[in-house]
């Protein structure tokens, strides 16, 4: 089983990179919780070691390929702005998110058979799918692990739900996969279950370590629910729109998987009846030809479907940046508000 | 998508039918705890529920297709034995150890590409890989979501280790598969790992929840994993043997994917080099015609190599049953005692 020579591999996590004006409030934030970070990368390499050689090397495959750790980030600042003092438990609970991450990201490869994941071949492609799954599984039952070990049922409790959340906002995309008359409610909820609601829990964990009262663990958690919608939506916008080697990802995945994204659904809504039939056949019939995906992304600039979808994550950014008035001023809240901000800009 | 019809499927859950005398074992343990089994299922179904239907479809179809619920089973009856009273724990933790239980073999399934699963369709085959690997995971955080309502963190310990424990027995026969230089010891790791650590997990749990000194916590936790490493010998060793009706199992499932197990290992060892040739092609180098399997099974047979895996699993029966003298005799010890015998004698 061959394994991709990669330097980043070779150290176990690369290192957070930031490459342009958008990804400053990522790097102002990283620079305030670096200590924390590093311990958090520390954690990662050293519980994805088992004495199956084959676990560390898939894990390390996907949890080095560059990600930004922007779920743990939020783990670790969550927590630093609630005044949390005296342990490392913030920093075990944000490995504890990035291995759930991991480990959906090693199921979605299997389940979407994407040829590219951050720029990299795939982990399915590169070690097969079984590698895949059964890795996802370790991943998933080392988070638990590193919970339990926490001591918290609270904790527990909270990433327990997220969970399966997780895993029915995956199979709610699978159910809506091919149908163009999912609705954005619909839409909507997917994107809350497979990618907001680990977004949301992150942050929440951050208040739990840090013992404070209800209001401030749910104003984090809504917080972060808004931040992941507005991550997913300009994913989803990314898909149609993005430069494929800065986003590391191939793109029209979605279009050639028939998923149903704002974008598509946008443009399906204002299209005539010529571009409904051709929605139909490509998403709904799953008939595509060569020159499909150049054709659907007209249809999308024509109808303005991805300024549609980055209005929308606007504005999700904008309730995440409300949900943070409860906390009083501080760098670390100035860094999480242009946090909201960076997960819309990045698009352009 | 289509969903196969079956009166177990519409039911929810199947009940247990004895179908022999090597059943009987199995029999009288039920008789002994059906009303725990009854709130066992129904939490199950229970806990199955999700508004995104095609859940409980999928999980119904692998939980209906007549499971034996043996790892439930052994929970609700180790739980018995050990004297607990007064609340419904045990169901509860039965269940969940059920779900850890489908949830790997819907990975599995995606793993194996098996065409037959309990004599149905796999899951995988008539929903497709991906809602077999994201409704076990849906299944997998279900269980955590159990344990964490039950509340000790003892329990949560034992089973976040023994998922990280199986799904490592997992890849590391994934590592072993098609290498006919794996060692006995690590085939017996594999099924260690994959099989015989969640029996014991299922066995320590009712005893950890009637409060038992750790000599007796441990004493049900070696049993288990006597039993499970017996369970799994005896279904390697159909995979060669087996009428496979009775089984409800495609025979020579382990043959066509080159999984090293004990029958595989005994047969090679004594072989000739013509025989070993044969082994070589078919198992390295995954080529087979198709009358390769019909000959695998005239060679185990000539050097008597299901017979040599049945006694090191009436072994570990023994082992299994000798455990138990730690505990007073009682008729859910009597039933134990013979399920350990049962898990050997239904392969005869």
Known sequence: ????????????????????????????????????????????????????????????????AGGKRLRPLLTLAAARMCGYQGGLRHVHLAACVEFIHTATLLHDDVVDESALRRGLASANAVFGNKASVLVGDFLFARAFELMVADG?????????????????????????QNDLATTEARYLDVIRGKTATLFAAACQVGAVVADRPEAQEAALAEYGMNVGIGFQL???????????????????????????????????????????????????????????????VELIARHQAIRATLERATR?????????????????????????????????
């Not at 760098?331 to 901000?341: E, F, G, N, T, Y």
Request: aromatic letters at 4%; charged letters at 25%.
């Open 316 to 348: 999700s950014a904008a309730e995440a940046k409300a949900k943070l008035s409860v906390f009083p001023d501080s760098p670390i809240k100035a860094c999480l508000l242009r946090v909201a901000d960076y997960t819309v800009n990045r698009a352009r």
């Open 234 to 296: 300009v994913d989803d916008a990314l898909d149609y729109a993005a430069d494929e080697v800065k986003l590391g990802k191939t793109v029209g995945d979605d279009f050639r998987e028939g998923k149903i994204t704002l974008p598509v659904l946008v443009a399906y809504a204002a299209g005539d009846d010529g571009e409904r039939r051709f929605w139909r056949r490509t998403i709904e019939q799953s008939e595509q030809n060569a020159d499909d995906l150049v054709h659907a």
């Open 152 to 176: 918290s049922l609270k904790v527990l409790d909270i990433l327990a739900r997220t969970a399966s959340t997780i895993a029915e906002g995956e199979v709610l995309q699978l159910t809506t």
């Open 1 to 64: 089983m061959g394994v991709v020579a990669s330097p980043a591999l070779a150290q176990g996590v690369a290192p957070f990179a930031p490459t342009g004006d958008a990804e400053d409030a990522l790097g102002a934030l990283i620079a305030l919780v670096r200590p924390d970070l590093e311990a958090c990368n520390r954690t990662i390499v050293e519980r994805m070691a088992s004495p199956v050689a084959l676990i560390p090397q898939v894990a390390a495959h996907i949890v080095a």
